[in-house]
């Protein structure tokens, strides 16, 4: 036995965190993030968490006395970046005797084998054992023992929020509403990584999101999933759409965000929020996978063509200012030619602002896996290549549609690119350059659009005062 935790999760609170704990030296931890924004803000949970217990986040591996490496199933070809990246961190044990742990999907698959295939590992955290990470750390401090922990809490304890307690130095949030997924579609891990769909209560999501507001946090990005799935299971009558009317009253909060949504499960409901919410911002992810209804059905998603191209049409209807984004997938098992032609005759129609396109790759334990009609690397990639170029061309089209008018930006920070030059994102969520200075930052700011690229836009601050907030393409005017 090398100190495996099999047992059920406790239930973990800062108080009892902070009466057992050590007096420690500060300590750093440097943490990898691979994959979706789930994984973002577990990465963040954990910095959180791992501050009460004397670690301060490094960008420096080097200097780091714990390396933690976050990474995502579902989009990335997981655990090959997993052992590349143990392989660029050996020497760091061997010279610093830093401590190396896995989080996210690939721990939650793989557990054990981790820790046999890698004897420098120290410790791997199962996506809902995150809540654990400063007991499993202070075992591994204390005793030198080796910790895996992967059991599924059936409690939800791993959803709670691990609040920020002073003011924070960022604009947007991450909020979980609920997490796991109950859909089972062929390719995909989530289900059996995150386990079935759960929610957290509307009460402590209104609170967390709240205390955000009042820490200086500006927008909030509502996460899951299956967002449209949020309230099975809870005690409370709810759906999405009232919680989102919930979170639109908050004070401060000036804009709302959400992701990830099942096209099946998008209600007229949710529909009609884009246009009664003010501060929901008009743009909505909605995945089409593909556009051939025999692949469609192949991966279990639960719709056609059709009925995908009829939602898009309510929701346009609903809200003509609305952005498209979606995920696709080129070269699932089965796919012939015609099912390429109807996934591009899907995205004209559509006309996404911006896709996520990947070529299909099986993931371990899903039932696409097991599929025998694949298809071959070199067709697979050719397919990408032209989805993509189809995109980039749409892309750049929908952002020249935007010169010269004027967007509400929320100014995020200083531009990576100029020192001179100030970052925000429109309602529509697409990223704004413009000269200005720090004080910007966390305000909404009226900005004329100069340019368009594929990936941004370029733009100048207008004197133009507080143009407003409203659900309709009125909220862009020429001037
Ligand atoms: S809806 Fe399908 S693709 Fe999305 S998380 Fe659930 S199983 Fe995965």
Redesign the pocket.
Known sequence: MRGTQKKALDSITFAKLNSHKPVVMEKHVYIETYGCQMNEHDSERMLRLLESYHYQETKDPKQADLILINTCS?REKPEHKVYSALGRYKWLKEKRGTIIGVAGCVAQQEGDKLLDRVPYLDMVIGTHAIPMLPQLLQKIEVSGERVCETSFDQNGKYLEAVLPEKPVDKVKSYVTIMQG?D???SF?I??YVRGREKSRSSREIFEEVKHLAKMGVKEVCLLG??VNGYGKGLEEEISFSELLERINEIEGLQRIRFT?S?PKDLSGELIQAFSKLKKLCEHIHL?FQSGSDKILKAMHRGYTKESYLEKIDRVKKACPSIALTADVIVGFPGEEEKDFEETLDLMRKVQFEDLFSFKYSPRKGTRAAQFQDKVEEKVKQNRLSILQGIQKEITLQKNQELEGRVEEVLVEGQSKQSDQDMTGRTRSNKIVNFEGDLSLVGKLVPVRITKAYPHSLRGEITSAQDPPICNLRSAIYNF
Do not use: D, K
């Open positions: 579902v997924c859909h089972f579609c995909c989530v289900p999933q299956n990830t099942h995945p």
